[in-house]
């Protein structure tokens, strides 16, 4: 009897502990380039106690904090299960130093994870990517977390559709691929915005488990923009078009048209999820009208972006929701402007497209799913991301990195210059 009644004290004791635990630790960038935001979960509240980063230039010295902020939110399943999100901004860093850090509070601490503060004088080195998840897309995280181990990125960015999906199961299934990724994101910048699959119960898992930069206009991670060095990148929510959403849909249009007004990097990126040029077969996806209103839009009620990142000489347009890889020509109005080297293309009169949704999920397209549109250059079967690097004000290249198999072949090299 005495012996249940310690070992159920126990049980109770442990776990109350154990869910304070540190879950999910991940990096984004402010847009500050001093700065570095670190988000992590706890499933328990932290009542009386303070959530914090402690940070360093060694392991054993982490003499440096930051405070964080707790929000509470209920996952929108009929249980409404409670979770934790605490973020903490490091500040004043020094561009190119290692840290080390560690996420918490007096309840529990993390383990010790590092990261190396962006050198923007240096080329940008990005993988860029669209729908994964755990299942399917393991081989594609082990890649990143071999890369991150390695050194071979300054930012990762997933353009849409994240863990299918973040709020399944009680929203267990976000956190087990929170959990999954926290070898990569607990390391390298790991960027976001909303797919279809986040759009559920106003996209609440997607508002509540991240830190982007914040647009102005919402706080809510949906569409936002940073400079690195000579890019200035530019996330969109397709979604609110999709959903039609005509109010939030105006005010983002309003924001960009700012946003593009303003800008001054050589370089500009553009990233949203569903897209607009593609050679599926299916009408469903790529073509229907509800990717297509992004595109060409209708009347006031919902401005179409495709002329807006024309007149501001966007230079390159990534997306996703179709599961694979496809390479486009540059595109105006559904021309496409071919040049006599595909690999290779100088002073495009037009944005670059390029469809990167094939990281890994539970279906998938092959070439042999398409009807090839002749604006398209290269399209791909295998899973895998997009690797970009900008070297300076008059080179970039992408190309795909193939991630069914462990050596991780790149299979798309392409060049994109300007004067
Ligand atoms: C969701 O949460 C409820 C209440 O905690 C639990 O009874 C149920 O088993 C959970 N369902 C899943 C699929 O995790
Ligand atoms: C920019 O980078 C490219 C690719 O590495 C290189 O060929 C070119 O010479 C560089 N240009 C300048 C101005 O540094």
Not at 238 to 258: D, F, G, H, I, R
């Amino acid at each position: 009897m005495i012996l249940r009644l310690l070992l159920a004290t126990f049980v109770v004791c442990f776990g109350a502990v154990n869910s304070k635990k540190v879950e999910q630790v991940h990096l984004s960038l402010s847009g500050n380039p001093d700065e570095m935001v670190v988000t992590w979960l706890t499933q328990d509240p932290l009542p009386n106690v303070t959530p914090y980063v402690a940070f360093g230039l060694t392991k054993d010295d982490l003499r440096l904090t930051a405070k964080g902020v707790s929000t509470g939110w209920a996952d929108q399943g009929k249980h409404g299960v409670m979770r934790y999100t605490h973020r903490a901004t490091m500040q004043k860093l020094v561009p190119g130093q290692l840290y080390y850090y560690q996420v918490g509070s007096s309840a529990a601490m993390s383990d010790t994870f590092h990261f190396r503060q962006p050198d923007q004088s240096l080329p940008l080195r990005a993988a860029i990517f669209g729908d994964l998840s755990i299942y399917k897309g393991q081989q594609s995280i082990d890649q990143l977390i071999a890369a991150k181990k390695e050194n071979q990125f300054d930012i990762i960015i997933h353009i849409g559709d994240l863990a299918y999906d973040l709020h399944d199961q009680n929203g267990s299934t976000g956190d087990d691929y929170m959990n999954a990724i926290e070898p990569f994101a607990a390391y390298v910048p790991y960027m976001v915005f909303a797919g279809n699959h986040e759009v559920d119960s106003n996209f609440n898992h997607i508002v509540n488990r991240f830190t982007m930069p914040k647009n102005g206009v919402y706080d809510n991670n949906l569409f936002w923009s940073f400079d690195y060095g000579f890019v200035h990148f530019v996330a969109l929510n397709s979604e609110y078009y999709a959903e039609e959403m005509s109010k939030e849909t105006q005010q983002q249009y309003k924001w960009l048209e700012q946003d593009l007004a303003q800008n001054t990097k050589k370089w500009t990126i553009v990233m949203f999820h569903r897209p607009w040029y593609c050679s599926s077969k299916k009408k469903k996806g790529c073509h229907d009208d509800q990717d297509i209103l992004s595109r060409d839009g209708l009347k006031d009620v919902f401005p179409g972006l495709e002329e807006l990142l024309n007149q501001h000489k966007v230079d390159l347009i990534l997306y996703g929701h179709k599961h694979t890889y496809e390479r486009m020509w540059p595109i105006y109005n559904q021309s496409p402007f071919k040049s006599a080297d595909s690999g290779h293309i100088k002073n495009a009169p037009a944005p670059v497209y390029i469809l990167t949704g094939g990281a890994g999920c539970h279906s998938h397209e092959d070439p042999s799913d398409h009807i090839i549109q002749d604006f398209s250059v290269k399209a791909l079967g295998e899973y895998g991301y997009t690797f970009l690097t900008v070297y300076n004000s008059t080179h970039l290249s992408t190309d795909f990195v193939d991630t069914s198999d462990t050596t991780g072949k790149f299979l798309d090299p392409f060049v994109l210059e300007k004067n």
